[in-house]
């Protein structure tokens, strides 16, 4: 009592909301303390997602965009008009979102999209409150695939390139590159075991319970 209290460590938040067709998966990731959050993957259900926001008392600073399939995208404008924040994409997968991610083809009506302000480079920095969100540029699912990795959290938010129990992403869309989506998937194996992915179907793993699936030690 009375001691000098240690600098309190970042307290981040992860709030996970299955929407859409396809149940994708939208993460919520917040700055506890400045209540600032970014929105991974709004594909759909925006009502939701604000209302979760709202119910956190979390401002959104960002849209993260993973990829540009509709299912991972179509909740962006009226979320990013909303709270008056920037849309984030790596600009390879921009001919993909002038498409509405596929959509149309596929018979799927989605709301007009503005111009993602925010071009992703790899390797970048986004700043979510004190949280630090690297951006690790994975082609081979789309052309401009990057998942969100909080080196300090050891999350990775690995949109369709791995999904958990040994899975992977398809490559056979638009853009999509067997050989390359190898290689992005084992840029993920690389990361510490303990790392948590959050891919962008289903439920959560491990860098290293996936390691262990795929026999690689
Ligand atoms: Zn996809
Ligand atoms: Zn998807």
Redesign the pocket.
Known sequence: MGGKSAPEPTRAEIVRLSVGP?E?NCYLVADVLSGKAAAIDPGDETWRIQHSLAMHEWTLAWVLVTHA?F??IAACGQLADGAGCPIALHPADLPLWWMHGVADQMGIKIPELPVPQHPLVADETIPVGDLRIEVLYLPGHSPGHVGFYLKQQGWLFSG?VIFADGGVGRSDLMGGDESILAASVDTVLHLPDTTEIFP??GGKTTVGAERKLRMIY
């Open positions: 396809l994708t399939h299912d991972h369709d962008g179907h």
